[in-house]
């Protein structure tokens, strides 16, 4: 409830569904909106910029979402608007519920409240919840589910069960492909460890595919292609992996026209949605096999981005035109104080394992397309922002309990003295890994 207080106070505070006009049409959503506006139209999954032809270059729920708002409520009107926020307020507050519940079962109460806790007072949560009308908040809500699904140990494995979490994996890659390649990692260290793991793990799978299959028919259908979900990903590899990329976003048409010459630009500013895009990824391919040392220092230069960059625009924290200054600096501050305790927990998640091995699997494989792409806007550092809360809870808890215990440098016999053990237990998710006694 505090969560929700705190994101509507942001919200009418803020006034955040007043949003600037370009070329006469709101900017609330950008192509999420676009496409919202087209569908009640009765234009079809469109894009205006693409002169109303059918798109794939969005996932498809959260416009719909947003469209059937808009057809309630009237296409980008205040109510609708604020609808839009109030509902991914929920939504956020959702999360830092079931971010409690993960730290819960993971590694005890208080793992679990300082989680959430830290989570409910985030400004990154609070900024994407009620400045950015995207697809972010719902699918960060998705994975914290399937998450939890996942890590119930106490529960048998039952088809039923398997199917509930594959068709939740489907519905998540409606909203956003981004997390394919975690579930896959989640699901196989999930089912590879049990009997019938094989078929529980290819059942998952195939729930999950016919989850996404009418969307991938529709899309086969109106473009002419199979495309996974989005059609964008060659656009995002070229954006990132050419002679003037520096790891932040720049519109692909702009960077074409300064590295590529005039004639292989004027044939791909012909080409459809999905043979332009994948004309671009070509194009990045070849500069990255012909640059193989300079686009791995692109992806460590991305790396940084994500995970230190302050992302503090006129999208960020701040008012619309605010100005940086001493904020921007307590922000950075606190992020890196956040980073350095989660990389505490990350450590002793990594000794522990357990059932931690999950949220391991959640930073390590969330942030690879942005690490192979482009890296500096908000929301895409938002996708793993509870799990970094979860590892900083176990390692400020790891602290915290290290820095009570009597003796903590040395035994009172003057040896050293064993590491507590934070959480650790039955059911905890925490459990030390057997010894060699354990045969």
């Known amino acids: 409830m505090f969560a929700l207080i705190a994101r509507i106070a942001a919200m009418v505070l803020l006034r955040s569904w007043e949003f600037p006009m370009v070329d006469g049409r709101s900017i609330a959503g950008w192509e999420t909106g676009e496409i919202a506006a087209n569908l009640v139209a009765g234009d079809g999954f469109s894009l205006t910029f693409r002169d109303l032809q059918p798109t794939a270059w969005l996932a498809p729920a959260y416009p719909f979402i947003l469209s059937l708002l808009f057809r309630a409520l009237g296409v980008f009107s205040d109510s609708a608007l604020v609808a839009t926020i109030l509902l991914q307020a929920l939504l956020s507050?959702?999360?830092?519920?079931?971010?409690?519940?993960?730290?819960?079962?993971?590694?005890?109460?208080?793992?679990?409240?300082?989680?959430?806790?830290?989570?409910?007072?985030?400004?990154?949560?609070?900024?994407?919840?009620?400045?950015?009308?995207?697809?972010?908040?719902?699918?960060?809500?998705?994975?914290?589910?399937?998450?939890?699904?996942?890590?119930?140990?106490?529960?048998?494995?039952?088809?039923?069960?398997?199917?509930?979490?594959?068709?939740?994996?489907?519905?998540?890659?409606?909203?956003?492909?981004?997390?394919?390649?975690?579930?896959?990692?989640?699901?196989?260290?999930?089912?590879?460890?049990?009997?019938?793991?094989?078929?529980?793990?290819?059942?998952?799978?195939?729930?999950?595919?016919?989850?996404?299959?009418?969307?991938?028919?529709?899309?086969?259908?109106?473009?002419?292609?199979?495309?996974?979900?989005?059609?964008?990903?060659?656009?995002?590899?070229?954006?990132?992996?050419?002679?003037?990329?520096?790891?932040?976003?720049?519109?692909?048409?702009?960077?074409?026209?300064?590295?590529?010459?005039?004639?292989?630009?004027?044939?791909?500013?012909?080409l459809g949605e999905v043979e332009r895009s994948r004309a671009f990824g070509r194009e990045a391919r070849v500069w990255i096999a012909k640059n193989p040392m300079e686009f791995a220092a692109l992806c460590l230069v991305r790396a940084r981005i994500y995970w230190l960059d302050p992302f503090i625009t006129e999208w960020g924290l701040l008012p619309f035109g605010g100005d940086g200054g001493l904020f921007r600096s307590l922000y950075r501050t606190t992020q890196l104080s956040l980073l350095v305790l989660a990389a505490l927990g990350i450590g002793r998640a990594l000794r522990v394992r357990g059932q931690w091995v999950g949220l391991l699997w959640y930073v390590a494989t969330v942030p690879i397309p942005y690490y192979l792409t482009h890296a500096n806007i908000t929301r895409y550092r938002f996708l793993v922002v509870p799990a970094v809360f979860l590892f900083a809870a176990l390692g400020l808890s790891w602290l915290v309990t290290r820095a009570r215990q009597p003796g903590s440098a040395t035994t009172a016999k003057g040896g050293p003295a064993s590491s507590p053990k934070v959480g650790v237990g039955p059911g905890s998710g925490l459990e030390e890994p057997p010894g060699p006694q354990a045969g």
């Not at 399937?146 to 068709?167: C, S």
Request: charged share 15%; with cysteine; hydrophobic share 50%.
């Open 93 to 270: 507050s959702a999360t830092v519920v079931l971010t409690y519940w993960i730290g819960e079962r993971l590694g005890g109460k208080r793992i679990g409240l300082m989680a959430g806790i830290g989570l409910a007072l985030s400004p990154a949560s609070i900024n994407v919840s009620t400045r950015i009308i995207w697809g972010t908040t719902l699918v960060v809500m998705q994975i914290c589910l399937l998450l939890y699904m996942m890590i119930q140990r106490d529960r048998p494995w039952t088809w039923p069960r398997v199917v509930l979490v594959g068709f939740l994996a489907g519905l998540t890659m409606l909203t956003s492909p981004v997390p394919l390649v975690f579930f896959v990692c989640l699901a196989t260290w999930t089912f590879g460890r049990r009997r019938s793991g094989a078929l529980r793990l290819t059942a998952f799978l195939l729930v999950a595919l016919a989850t996404l299959s009418p969307w991938l028919l529709r899309t086969h259908d109106v473009l002419g292609s199979w495309v996974l979900v989005k059609s964008n990903f060659g656009n995002e590899l070229f954006i990132g992996n050419n002679q003037v990329a520096d790891g932040r976003y720049r519109r692909s048409s702009s960077i074409a026209r300064e590295v590529l010459d005039v004639e292989t630009w004027r044939e791909l500013a012909v």
